[in-house]
């Protein structure tokens, strides 16, 4: 892995979307689980959420066909996708405090999601953010390989024009902190959204997260000490 450049140039925020800017975790894994189910699948929500948080909906898909050794229905991702749409059109509310987070912010920002644009237009339109982060808003379904690997983060830094070793990744799952990891970046994981359990900090210390956080109000200030940081941004300890 390449040295990280000083913390003092800090070129970008990659936003991942699902329980970061949005509180749709719970949502989502509800949605899944309940149609999976009716396909012949039966499983929680809770198991969605252990397996394929933070996964693509096709990396999700793939497993699961494997281990029915059949392939679901072919409206399978027509009936998830309507279920979860509706969902989000009636309960999804921003992440508290983003909103206040990114008007503080004077750095450029981006989105990187395993969702669909489609999805992220649905879930960020309802939500209101939209506008204010398009055209920047990066989907899984752009790379060959969706989180872990670090294909997408790279991408979004490549179009941003920005050095991967100078971004800053925000993250609420395992696959997502361990793929901006491997992307050469500094990962921070969140752990304040709706779905996440008590030990959900110490998993993503553990997938290398360089430090956890649970309210979106403590990000400016946290970017700011980065920003400060004369050392590589890989050296900075947890507050």
Not at 15 to 26: A, N, Q, R, T
Not at 69 to 78: C, I, K, Y
Not at 102 to 127: E, N
Not at 146 to 159: H, I
């Amino acid at each position: 892995m390449a040295d990280a450049a000083p913390a003092s140039k800090l070129d970008l925020v990659i936003f991942d979307c699902d329980g970061v800017l949005v509180d749709s975790e719970v949502i989502s894994c509800q949605a899944h689980a309940d149609v999976l189910s009716l396909c012949g699948y039966p499983i929680t929500a809770d198991q969605v959420f252990d397996r394929f948080l933070g996964r693509s909906s096709k990396q999700a898909t793939m497993e699961v066909e494997a281990e029915l050794g059949r392939s679901l229905p072919s409206d399978f991702n027509s009936r998830l996708q309507d279920r979860l749409f509706r969902a989000f059109e009636q309960n999804l509310h921003p992440v508290p405090g983003i909103v206040e987070a990114l008007d503080a912010l004077d750095i450029p920002v981006c989105v990187a999601s395993s969702g669909s644009h489609q999805r992220m237009r649905v879930s960020l339109g309802a939500t209101r953010l939209y506008d204010r982060l398009a055209p920047h808003i990066f989907s899984s379904s752009q790379v060959e390989n969706g989180k872990p690997a670090p294909d997408l983060f790279l991408f979004a830094a490549a179009q941003m024009k920005a050095r991967p070793t100078a971004c800053v990744v925000v993250e609420d799952s395992i696959a997502g902190i361990r793929g901006g990891v491997a992307a050469g970046m500094t990962v921070l994981g969140f752990h304040g959204g709706s779905h996440c359990r008590a030990d959900h900090a110490d998993s993503l210390r553990a997938a290398g997260a360089t430090q956890v956080f649970d309210d979106m109000r403590q990000l400016p200030m946290i970017l700011s000490r980065l920003g400060e940081k004369t050392g590589p941004l890989a050296g900075f300890s947890a507050l």
